[in-house]
């Protein structure tokens, strides 16, 4: 990957790592409910949600640093009196969808394995609401190219 930020070099590839083992886990799984495997489901279900959970980490890490990036780069404009800092801030999260739009879908997304490992208890029509907003956002991409964050 030639991209000029170590957070992005990290980042990146190690979410497509931990994203890749929750898939296989998650294949394996799908092997052991049609009869084709006999695995412990739980331990399997388990391990899929942990690399699900890195994979969405990593997501959440590299977003909050283009963030970070995106306010750093525009800070003079974010401090001068023609704009007011909300209408500063929305203009901001228009040139940059990329980024809103990924941070959305992660946020949503980050609290499902959570439940599913435990750490958070939310009852399932959150989790399913949250999967629906999360659905939307990665629809978006599809409808929008320019609403995709690159490199991914």
């Excluded at 959970?53 to 001068?80: A, W």
Aim: with cysteine.
């Amino acid at each position: 990957m030639n991209y000029p930020s170590l957070i992005v070099r990290i980042t990146v590839p190690l979410s497509k790592i931990s994203n890749a083992i929750f898939l296989l886990c998650d294949h394996l799984l799908w092997a052991t409910r049609v009869g084709l495997a006999n695995l412990n489901t739980e331990r399997w279900s388990n391990m899929a949600n942990r690399y699900w959970l890195y994979s969405i980490i990593m997501n959440l890490i590299r977003d909050i640093y283009e963030i970070n990036h995106i306010l750093k780069t525009h800070q003079r404009k974010l401090s001068s009196r023609t704009m007011t800092r909300k209408n500063s801030m929305l203009a901001l999260a228009e040139q940059h969808k990329d980024v809103v739009i990924d941070t959305l879908k992660n946020s949503c997304d980050v609290f499902i394995p959570l439940t599913a490992l435990g750490y958070t208890s939310l009852s399932p029509g959150i989790i399913g609401f949250l999967g629906v907003v999360s659905s939307l956002a990665g629809i978006f991409p599809l409808l929008d190219p320019m609403a995709k964050l690159t490199p991914s």
